[in-house]
C-alpha cells in the first residue's frame, strides 16, 4: 500500500514523478503568494512546455546498446504557470491526461489507444495540500479502489485505509509515534485484520546497543530479521543495514546527495566489505537551472570487482523559456 498509488496503480511510479509532486502544495511560508503549478513541478523561468522522453539501455553480447527514444509526458503551462494540459504516455498505447479542478482536487484519467476514457482516479487534499482521499474508477463508473488517508490536527498520518469497490476492506497502514512526535515504527494490516507486516524505527543506536537490541528478546524476537537505517536530522537516509537471523550485519547501503540534497549515489556492500550492488545518477541543467538529461547507472559485477553500465537517460526538452 502506497500514498503515490495513483488509478489503483494501473500508472508507473516513473511517469507519474512529477504529477504527484503536483499533489502536494508547498506550503506558502516560503513564497509571497501560492505557489504555481509550473513552480510546484520544480520549473524555472516562464516554461510554456515540457516533453520529456527516455532511453533504455540494454546488454547485447556485452554491449549496452541504446534502444529508441520513446516519449513520457508532454506538460503545457499558461503564461501564468498554471497546468492546460499534462499527458503521461505508457508503453502499451494508452496515456494518462490530468486535470485540476480545483487546487485540492486532481482527476488522472487512463485512456485507450483510441483515445477513448478508460478509467479515472480522483485524488483530494486538505487546505494544506495532505492528501486526504484517492478514489479509482472502472470505465462504468462504478468504483474500483478506495484510499482515505486520516490525520491529526497538526496533519501528522494517523492511518491510511484501502477498500474494494464494493466496500470491502482490503488493507490498513498505521504508523506509531513517540511522544515528541517522531515516528517509532508502522503496522499494516489485511482486510481481516490481520497483521501483514511490522516495522519499528530506532533511532540514535551505537553498535553496541544494536547488538544488545538483536539480542534482548523483549525487543526483538529471536531469529528476527532486523534493517537499521541512519538518518540525517531533515530525514535522508544515510545508510541501512541488515542484520540476519544470526545478529551479524549482512549488508550495508550507503547514500551519498549532492549540495541540492539529491541522491546521487547508493552503494551495497556485504559483510566483508565487497561492493555487491550500486546505482547512481547525474543531471545535466540548462541556463535557468531546468533539468535537461538525467543519466541512470547501475553497478554489475566483474573480474575486476566491478563497473557500471548506462541504464536509462531521461531527456526533457523546454520551449518558450522567459526568465
Excluded at 516562464?46 to 541504446?66: I, M, N
Excluded at 523483549?218 to 540525517?232: A, L, Y
Aim: glycine share 10%; net charge negative.
Amino acid at each position: 500500500m502506497s500514498s503515490n498509488n495513483v488509478i489503483g496503480g494501473d500508472v508507473d511510479a516513473k511517469s507519474l514523478s512529477r504529477a504527484i509532486a503536483l499533489l502536494l502544495t508547498v506550503s506558502a511560508a516560503g513564497f509571497s503568494q501560492q505557489p504555481s503549478d509550473r513552480q510546484l513541478c520544480g520549473l524555472h523561468g516562464k516554461v510554456r512546455t515540457q516533453r520529456d522522453e527516455s532511453v533504455s539501455y540494454s546488454d547485447k553480447s556485452g554491449q549496452w546498446v541504446a534502444g529508441p527514444r520513446k516519449l513520457e509526458a508532454l506538460t503545457t503551462f499558461s503564461p501564468e504557470g498554471k497546468i492546460l494540459e499534462d499527458l503521461r504516455f505508457r508503453e502499451d498505447g494508452t496515456w494518462v491526461s490530468f486535470t485540476t479542478e480545483n487546487p485540492n482536487l486532481r482527476i488522472a484519467i487512463v485512456h485507450k489507444a483510441d483515445g477513448a476514457a478508460d478509467r479515472k482516479t480522483v485524488t483530494t487534499t486538505s487546505q494544506d495540500g495532505q492528501l486526504t482521499t484517492e478514489i479509482s474508477y472502472s470505465s462504468d463508473g462504478s468504483i474500483r479502489q478506495k484510499e482515505i488517508w486520516r490525520r491529526d490536527s497538526s496533519g501528522r498520518l494517523l492511518e491510511l485505509s484501502t477498500w474494494a469497490g464494493d466496500g470491502t476492506p482490503t488493507g490498513k497502514y498505521v504508523p506509531s509515534y513517540s511522544k515528541d512526535g517522531k515516528e517509532t515504527g508502522n503496522t499494516m494490516y489485511d482486510g481481516k485484520g490481520a497483521v501483514t507486516s511490522s516495522v519499528r524505527v530506532i533511532s540514535g543506536l551505537a553498535q553496541a546497543e544494536i547488538e544488545n537490541f538483536l539480542a534482548d528478546s523483549s525487543k526483538g524476537k529471536p531469529g528476527e530479521t532486523v534493517t537499521i537505517d541512519t538518518k540525517t536530522a531533515d530525514g535522508k537516509m544515510t545508510e541501512s543495514v541488515h542484520y540476519g537471523k544470526d545478529g551479524m550485519a549482512d549488508y550495508r547501503t550507503f547514500y551519498t546527495y549532492d549540495l541540492r540534497g539529491v541522491n546521487v549515489d547508493s552503494s551495497t556492500y556485504d559483510a566483508k566489505g565487497a561492493k555487491i550492488a550500486g546505482t547512481r545518477h547525474s543531471e545535466e541543467l540548462d541556463s535557468n537551472g531546468n533539468m535537461i538529461k538525467t543519466v541512470f547507472e547501475k553497478w554489475v559485477p566483474d573480474g575486476d570487482g566491478g563497473h557500471y553500465v548506462p541504464l536509462e537517460h531521461l531527456l526533457s526538452h523546454h520551449r518558450n523559456v522567459l526568465k
